[in-house]
């Protein structure tokens, strides 16, 4: 608990006490009254204050007006206790409530730790010197200790160690890395000593995208948060109304039509029950927190969720359509063969590595490692890169094309097909073709469990889009137990395929694209609801994204899904629960059945089990 909460539970012991002791003193008249204002102004003064303040700016409607009138309204009754204990228990709930929420914001603030106080960097004299994370330019080599927290995006220029990932994924396996490897922020070295080169900015690095991402997703609402907020609006000036109309119509009737005593005291009694019993806490403080709650358990799980309107969509999908390389497969690709060389197989893999060495891509990554030695940019002239197709460019001053069949069709050179699946790179060297290179790429570990946990999800198709050709795309769509897939898609077309599906499906129906590239930012913006792989995907799939997978594991799909489903379960369950109750009770206290304590029972009771409810969306490890 912190200082608040501690302050409220002393003042809602004391009260207990004062009106313990109270009940059993033979007490009446005046002394009565100023004895029980004690413990109410010590339970309620804060609520009075509240009130007062809401009623001078113009926002009367609220539960602290509620709670004000039916309380002062029964105390000028003589109903001391009844008041009194309304507010005390009214308090109790709040205080739990509090709680709650408190639990859940620190569920979500440990990713907090992941942000980091500082950054080593070396002095002239060897030194490690301390300095802000946000001094830290690009290209800049930091030190990492053991057990500190890397600070800032790079590649490992020298050692290699165990990274404990789990604030970010969610999982409790260390990752082992070393020279060469890149590595995030937020992530924990466990033993060796690190020098890195920093790749991005501090303020753009994993650890404060994720903070950024956390802190901002409880303003982007849900359409159930939306009608519940109108709900209030509308509801508590409603009933308040309402209530006037119980203490005031029929007393009048019966004195004016039937021309008997109009017994005042008893219909006032049953509208400041009505107030208390109409009080919509339950509805105000369970809805936002059971969001609050599944954002907060999805985060422990490694699936950041941008927006609790997010996280209603994510449970209405039935159609997951994914980007292949980089989302099913690693995207670490290797050279497998050269085929049909019309040169040496050496200086052809040279040939295509150097075309291709300015170029991010990991088939070209792949060209460049399997050349084995140090390449020369310098000896690159004339680069034009062509979306879908391949590279053309002058290396040493001769022409040579690196790409797929229509880069070959598009300059006017036949080629070889290739038996063997994978993707093929050819090859054409002053317009002459030269051979082609096997490249292919791993299928992620648990890529074929994450389509069989899809499907149990209550996913009715899934879709595979990629640039790849249809005979690498078919093998793994077949492998991994995938519905439809289409091949040899440019960005533009993979657009195009999504907006088909789109159309085929019915509105209550969610599509969700999941991607990784920068290629793949157009789709995830287009679909109902984007989904990037967080660790080595691009910024940019990540900015259009609306969920980021931490780990690039596709397996958390279907538990992001599973996750938002329990969480819209429990919004549902307590909205008929608390307006079930509500109404029943309402009746009940209009027809003068219903006293104060079941108004108390409809108000404070309700809310705590919707908290209770609520607060069950943090419990994510079994799903």
């Not at 499907?455 to 137990?481: N, Y």
């Not at 809310?607 to 209770?612: D, S």
Request: glycine content about 8%; hydrophobic content about 45%.
């Amino acid at each position: 608990m912190n200082k608040k909460q501690k302050k409220v539970l002393v003042r809602i012991i004391a009260a207990a006490v004062c009106i313990l002791v109270l009940t059993l003193l033979p007490v009446e008249g005046a002394l009565k009254f100023v004895l029980y204002m004690i413990p109410y102004l010590i339970i309620g003064y804060d609520i009075l204050i509240k009130a007062g303040k809401g009623i001078l700016n113009r926002q009367v409607f609220d539960e602290n007006f509620l709670m004000a009138v039916a309380t002062v309204g029964a105390i000028l009754l003589g109903d001391y206790t009844e008041g009194t204990a309304v507010m005390l228990f009214y308090q109790i709930g709040e205080l739990f409530q509090s709680y709650a929420v408190g639990r859940s914001r620190r569920n979500i603030s440990e990713l907090m730790d992941i942000r980091p106080d500082y950054a080593n960097i070396e002095g002239e004299k060897g030194q490690l010197e301390q300095v802000d994370p946000d001094e830290v330019a690009i290209g800049s080599i930091i030190v990492v200790q053991p057990g500190e927290k890397i600070p800032i995006d790079g590649v490992i220029i020298e050692g290699k160690t165990s990274l404990n990932t789990s604030a970010l994924t969610g999982e409790s396996v260390p990752s082992d890395v070393e020279t060469g490897s890149e590595v995030i922020s937020g992530c924990i070295n466990m033993t060796g000593v690190l020098k890195i080169r920093t790749t991005k900015e501090f303020g753009e690095s994993t650890a404060s995208k994720i903070l950024d991402l956390v802190e901002n997703a409880s303003s982007k609402k849900s359409r159930s948060e939306n009608f519940i907020s109108k709900f209030a609006k509308y509801y508590t000036p409603a009933v308040c109304y309402g209530a006037v109309a119980l203490a005031v119509l029929p007393p009048l009737c019966r004195m004016l039509f039937m021309r008997l005593a109009p017994e005042w005291g008893d219909w006032i009694f049953r509208a400041l029950t009505f107030l208390v019993i109409s009080c919509p806490c339950a509805l105000v403080i369970s809805i936002p927190l059971s969001f609050f709650a599944g954002i907060g358990g999805a985060s422990n799980a490694g699936v950041l969720v941008k927006g609790s309107n997010y996280l209603e969509t994510l449970a209405q999908t039935k159609y997951v359509v994914f980007d292949k390389t980089g989302t099913m497969t690693e995207g670490v690709f290797e050279v497998n063969g050269v085929h049909h060389a019309q040169i040496d197989e050496e200086k052809l893999l040279e040939y295509a590595a150097l075309a291709e060495c300015r170029s991010s891509h990991p088939i070209s990554k792949s060209l460049q490692r399997a050349c084995g030695k140090p390449l020369d940019a310098a000896r690159v002239t004339d680069v034009e890169e062509i979306s879908g197709n391949g590279v053309i460019a002058k290396v040493d001053g001769v022409p040579v094309a690196a790409g797929n069949r229509k880069l070959m069709e598009r300059i006017g050179v036949g080629c070889r097909d290739c038996h063997s699946v994978g993707t093929v790179v050819h090859i054409a060297v002053n317009g002459v073709y030269a051979g082609h290179i096997l490249i292919s790429d791993r299928i992620k570990p648990h890529a074929k469990e994450a389509i069989a946990a899809l499907k149990s999800a209550g996913v009715k198709r899934t879709v595979m889009l990629t640039g790849d050709t249809q005979q690498v795309a078919g093998r793994v769509a077949a492998e991994l137990g995938i519905d439809e897939v289409h091949s040899e898609l440019l960005p533009a077309g993979k657009v195009a395929q999504v907006e088909m599906l789109l159309g085929k499906k019915t509105e209550q129906e969610k599509l969700a694209f999941v991607g990784d590239g920068i290629n793949d930012a157009p789709v995830l913006s287009r679909a109902d609801i984007g989904i990037a792989m967080g660790a080595m995907g691009s910024d940019a799939a990540i900015e259009a994204a609306d969920i980021v997978l931490m780990d690039d594991d596709p397996l958390k799909i279907a538990k992001a899904i599973k996750i938002s489903k329990k969480c819209i379960r429990i919004v549902y369950e307590n909205i008929w629960f608390a307006i079930g109750i509500k109404v029943i009770c309402l009746v009940l206290g209009a027809a003068g059945i219903a006293n104060m304590w079941v108004a108390i029972f409809a108000d404070v009771g309700v809310m705590v089990i919707a908290v209770l409810n609520a607060i069950r969306a943090l419990n994510v490890k079994k799903l």
